[in-house]
């Protein structure tokens, strides 16, 4: 009589601590890490409860199994005590740019402990080591080197996941991203409109953020999100949305020079969202280099079965939000798209 095969058995999930998760793109780290069933962890900076916004996301993060913990990053001490305590492998920092610099403490807590199996530092946007915009976004991208030069001289591994654009209109004066629809009154195109760029929903940055954490392959590495289906020019991205709408919207060119001046003015954030506007599409940050394949590997390359959301179905959702305003246009009523782009304090994320 043939013996039966033991029952498998499934390795434990890694633990996952996020940090920052309360911000727009921790928002989607969290959701996925508890979606794939990690069993997660959440730093949250003391009083962030007490915001009314960040506290109901505490609540349902909570709700779904997430193990709140108070405290700052900025606490050596503090930071090896939790690490320890709940058995972290792996961290992901969404810290914001106020911020940055304390993950260097951060590093030094986990070198101290030896047991993180990979750090995330707040990356998320353009590859720092390559992009080079001006002052005041180059300030954000220094702090984002010392902290990739300090990591890489702790031992601790690594990942630096460099997702370019969040799949939206891009706004160059700090309107959220994808919080708000493409205008309906009038485009803005950044110099000639021929400069592509990489789009990546949040919800894929989630997904392919948590496959990571888990792959070897991807240790000591940076991880490029360049999804051919979601790569765009400011002119095709203005002509789908108006496919969309079925109407076409004055388009203005908002040049080099209107750039550069809005970011000599030093206006934090929306120079430094400028800054990387410029970088995007007047300098190609994301389309200038290539994929090296060594130290640089390409998401899809890694899994090459797994799609990407693609920005049709992105600009979907934005007619829905936008409908009440397309209905009013449609109808010769004029001035309800303003507050449709009302400008929306974020943190930069590039």
Known sequence: MALSSPPTTLAPKTRVLIIGATGFIGKFLAEASLSSQH???????????????????IKTFQDNG?????????????MEKILRKYEIDIVISAIGADGLLDQITLVEAMKSIKTIKRFLPSEFGHDVDRAEPVEPGLEMYKQKRLVRRALEESGVPYTYVCCNSIASWPYYNNCHPSSLPPPLDQLHVYGNGNIKAYFVDGID?????????????????????????????????????????????????VSENDLLAIAAENIIPESIVAAFTHDIFINGCQVNYKIDGIHDIEISSL????????MEDCFEDFVVMAAEEVHKAGNGVTGGAKSLVEPVIITATC
């Open 39 to 57: 069993p997660t962890f959440l730093l949250i900076r003391p009083g962030g409860s007490l915001i009314s916004s960040k506290s109901s996301i």
């Open 66 to 78: 997430a193990v709140i913990i108070y405290g700052g990053v900025d606490n050596k001490e503090f």
């Open 205 to 253: 940055i989630g997904k392919f953020t948590m496959k990571i954490v888990d792959d070897d392959r991807a240790i000591n590495k940076n991880i490029h999100f360049r999804p051919s289906i979601n790569c765009y020019n400011m002119n095709e991205l203005a002509s789908l949305w108006e496919n969309k709408i079925a109407r076409k919207i004055p388009r203005l060119v």
């Open 303 to 310: 899994y090459p079965g797994e799609s990407f959301r693609s």
